[in-house]
């Protein structure tokens, strides 16, 4: 979840570690910043009753474990569009920044993204529920995929909202997966500290493509395993599943998902078109306390500390 300039200036950094790989990432984050050449589809124009949004989320990942059997409940075949943006605020911004008070007046926003309490303007929606506040995982270093669900199932059971956006953090790094088969973990102070890891990691070549990828595979396969729960128990005529940026594993230089870089693994996320219908196979948990202790201008200070300027 960093800009293009916080992830140029760290190239910049790594020149006499990595030489010419460092000269190559550094003229791609330059040269693709500064144009754009593909014309994002909309999102709250488009015809859907819940829009799920899987953080981080590549179509060409999305796509591949879409089709295999255990995900029946989806498409064999999801399409897919180009997003408005390349990181989570820069979406954030576009789509509801840049809505009309109608668009979001009977809107509910359910949200796992710490960037919530400071990238948008609460009072505009019909509702907010930040999950992330009540039910962060510091032994996970991120919230898992069912608090979400469950704060997604009660506000399509309880709500008024005529439509609803689903903000899961998955398949984002760290890996739910991985983290759960070792000790230690990172607390909402340190958000972002295992996802940079991953890409300076890779970078470095202390760790693989291939390993990287099977853990974000593992983890997206995670959070569909709720979309099951979901689907199952919310009534909607449309749904769409979908992204609010890819992530890049080094293609044209890149890794990672800094703002305002036009590339096709950044802005090319899957758009799948379902159904849902609550048949109450599932009683979701009550929502839990407010453990963030401090207002939303802190949880920023802390996200701008770790150098996610927007």
Not at 24 to 30: C, F, H, I, T, Y
Not at 112 to 138: L, T
Not at 153 to 182: C, K, L, N, W
Not at 234 to 254: I, S
């Amino acid at each position: 979840m960093v800009d293009v300039r916080a992830q140029a200036v760290n190239a910049a950094r790594n020149l006499r570690y990595r030489g010419a790989d460092a000269v190559r990432e550094l003229a791609s984050l330059v040269t693709h910043s500064l144009r754009s050449t593909t014309d994002p589809d909309p999102v709250l124009d488009a015809d859907w009753d819940v829009l799920v949004l899987l953080d981080a989320c590549r179509a060409d990942l999305f796509e591949s474990v879409a089709a295999d059997a255990d995900y029946d409940f989806l498409p064999a075949n999801p399409g897919s569009r180009t997003s408005p943006a390349s990181a989570s605020v820069e979406w954030m911004e576009t789509v509801f920044g840049g809505a009309g008070d109608d668009d979001l007046a009977d809107l509910a926003y359910v949200t796992g993204n710490p960037y919530s309490a400071s990238k948008i303007d609460h009072d505009r929606f019909h509702s907010v529920e930040e999950v992330w506040r009540y039910a962060w995982d510091d032994d996970l270093g991120t919230i898992p995929p069912r608090p979400v669900t469950d704060a997604a199932i009660r506000t399509g059971r309880e709500t008024t909202a005529d439509r609803m956006v689903v903000h899961y953090m998955q398949p984002h790094f760290p890996s739910v997966v991985d983290r759960e088969q070792r000790s230690g973990g990172v607390s909402l102070d340190a958000f972002g500290d295992d996802e940079m890891s991953v890409w300076d990691d890779l970078r470095f070549g202390h760790r693989s493509e291939d390993d990287a990828w099977r853990a974000y595979r593992a983890n997206l396969e995670r959070v569909l395993g709720d979309l099951d729960v979901l689907f199952d128990n919310l009534d909607a005529e449309r749904v769409v599943v979908t992204a609010d940026h890819g992530n890049a594993f080094g293609e044209r230089h890149v890794y990672g998902h800094p703002g305002g870089v036009d590339l096709p693994v950044l802005r090319e996320v899957p758009w799948c078109e379902t159904t849902a219908t609550d048949t109450h196979s599932h009683e979701p948990a009550a929502a839990g306390r407010d453990d963030t202790g401090e207002g939303g201008d802190a949880i920023e200070q802390r996200l701008e500390d770790l150098g996610y300027r927007t």
